[in-house]
């Protein structure tokens, strides 16, 4: 459990300390575009959206070793590890510990899967040195 989440009084949910602007990209979107999106913006993981859908991920890392290819993001995208919106702060820390990220795809719910924001252990960390 989370140090500061043990003495707030109050819930912290995701939705509180996410970052709600991110950089997304389709399945269709070619790895050379994707690498250049990445680097611009900075990013190492980007969500693949079909819409506002989360349907996949992709790291920097997968996107430069395929650079070569030609290919597009749909054939290098990996399946998603996201957390919820409305799930409280300890949960999804423990699902990136689970799984050994940083960040994290943050979805609104079950149903939509509509992607709504980031979760970075920089986002946890900030939080807690607040709080």
Request: charge should be positive.
């Amino acid at each position: 459990m989370l140090p500061a989440i043990l003495y707030c009084k109050c819930v912290v949910r995701v939705r509180d300390i996410m970052q709600k602007h991110f950089v997304g990209v389709s399945k269709t979107t070619t790895v050379a575009s994707a690498v250049k999106l990445s680097s611009s913006a900075k990013v190492d993981l980007m969500p693949v959206l079909d819409g506002e859908k989360l349907c996949g991920v992709v790291i920097s890392k997968d996107l430069k070793s395929h650079a070569e290819s030609g290919g597009n993001v749909g054939q290098v995208m990996r399946n998603p590890v996201f957390v919820y919106a409305y799930s409280d702060l300890d949960s999804a820390f423990k699902v990136m510990i689970g799984h050994g990220i940083v960040r994290v795809p943050v979805v609104a719910d079950k149903l939509t899967m509509m992607c709504v924001g980031i979760l970075s252990s920089t986002d946890i960390v900030k939080f807690i040195k607040k709080h």
